[in-house]
C-alpha cells in the first residue's frame, strides 16, 4: 500500500477534480479516501470520519452493503453488458423499469435509463422538445428554470442549472433556456418583511411573469429541484410548488421534477415533490437509484408525454451505451427492495428526519446560526455576522469554508455552500449517529466561532 503521500503525488501529478481549482490542489494535497462502511468513511491515515453528505447525496443505504455486491457480482458474471439499442433489452433493465413504475407515483408507468442525473437531463430537455413537435407546436422551445438551481454539468444540465459561475465557463446557457429567481425567503422574502407563506406564492408568481415575458406559446416546460440541493438545502415555503403547479397547468406547460437528490427517501416520501406537492409530468432520477455503488439515471416519463410519444411519436434519436446497463440495473433493484425491507422511507419519514428537525431548532441559539432549514435528513444551517439583522460575513471571510476545515480537521464531511452547511446523511443513520453528527457539528461551529472573533 503506497503512503499518503506518494498517493497525494499521483493524484496531483495526472488526476483532475471536478469542480476543483486544479493547481491549489496540487499544492495543498488531497484527502484519501480508502474505505467505508456503514455511514463512516476511513482515510489513508486510519482516521474516521461520519459521512454526513452521503458520499455526494446519493448513499442513501450505506456502505457496505451486501445485497448490493451481490447483485453486482451476480450480474457481472451472468451478463455485465448489453445494450437496448437493437430492439433487445436484458432482463435486470425491464424489472427495473417494473419497479419503479411501482415505486413512482402512479402517472408514471415509463422509464428512459441514462447513465447519470446530468444525462438525465439532456433527456429531458430533448423529450419535451420533442414532445411538443409531434403535437405540431414547435415553437414551444423555451424550458424556465432557475437560478442557483442545479442540474448536472453537460452542456444542457448546466444551462438549466442557475449557477452564474457555470454559466461563465463554456458559453452558457445554451438557446431558449431562461431562468427564474429562487424560492430563497431568507435572502429574497425576509428583508421585505413577507411571511415565509406569502413569499412562496410571490416567487412562484416570477415563474407567471416569466411565461407572460417569454410568450406562453414558446413554452416548453418548467423545471425545478422540489428542495434545492446543490444550492444550499434551500427548503421552499408549503405554498410554492401548489401554486407552480397551478401556473404550469394554466398554460399547459409541462412540469419536470429533478429528483436527483430528493428521490429514493430523502425528504421522508419516496419522492420530493409528494414531499412538496405536486405532480410532475416528467421525473429525473440518479444518485438514489443505486445509493451510489454504480452509475445510473435517467427519466420517469408521465403518462402526457409517455401517451404521445407511444402512440405518435415515431423515433425518438436519442440515447446512451449504458441506457438499462444490467449491472447498474441490477444493483438498483437490490437496492430498492433493501429501502423497502429496512423501511428507510417511513424510518425518514416518522424517526430520524423529525428527530435531526428537533437537533437542528435547538442549534438556533448558536450565535453563528442566522436562519436553520431540514426537510427529511437534507439540512443546512446559515452562518451569519449578525443574527438579529441577518447580516452575512464579509466574503473574504470564506466563514462556511473555515467551518467546512473543522469539521473535516475533526472526523465529519458536512459541505459549505456560500455560508450555509449542508447536510444530507445516509438513511439508515441512527438516533445515536445523528447525536454523534450533532456533537461533530457543535464542536465545528465552535472553533468557527472563535475564529472569526479573533
Ligand atoms: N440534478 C441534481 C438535482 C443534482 O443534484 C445533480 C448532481 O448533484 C445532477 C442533476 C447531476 O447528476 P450527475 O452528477 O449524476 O450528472
Redesign the pocket.
Known sequence: MRTTAQWQAADASHFLHPFTDFGALARKGSRIITKAENIYLTDSEGQRILDAMSG??CVNVGYGQQALIDAATRQLKELPFYNAFFQTATPPAIELAELLAEVTPPQFQHVFFAG????G?DTIVRMVRRYWDILGQPERQVIISRKNG????TMA?ASLGGMSYMHAQGGLPIPNITHIDQPYWYENGRPQGLSREDFGKVAAGWLEQKILEVGPEKVAAFIG?PIQ??GGVIVPPETYWPEIQRICDKYGILLVS?E??CGFGRTGNWWGCETMGFRPDLM?F??GVTSGYIPL?GVMVGDRVAKVLIEQGGDFNHGYTYSGHPVACAVALANIKLIRELKLVEQVRENTGPYLAAQFKALEDHPLVGEQQTKGLMGALLLVKDKAQGTPFASELEVGMVCRGHCFGNGLIMRAVGDRMIIAPPLVITRAQVDEMMALIRRALDLTLTDVRA
Request: overall charge negative; aromatic content about 10%; charged content about 20%.
Open positions: 455526494l447525496w447519470s442525473g446530468s444525462e437531463n442545479y442540474h448536472g454539468s444540465g429541484e440541493g446543490a429533478d436527483v437528490i429525473t440518479a444518485k439515471g
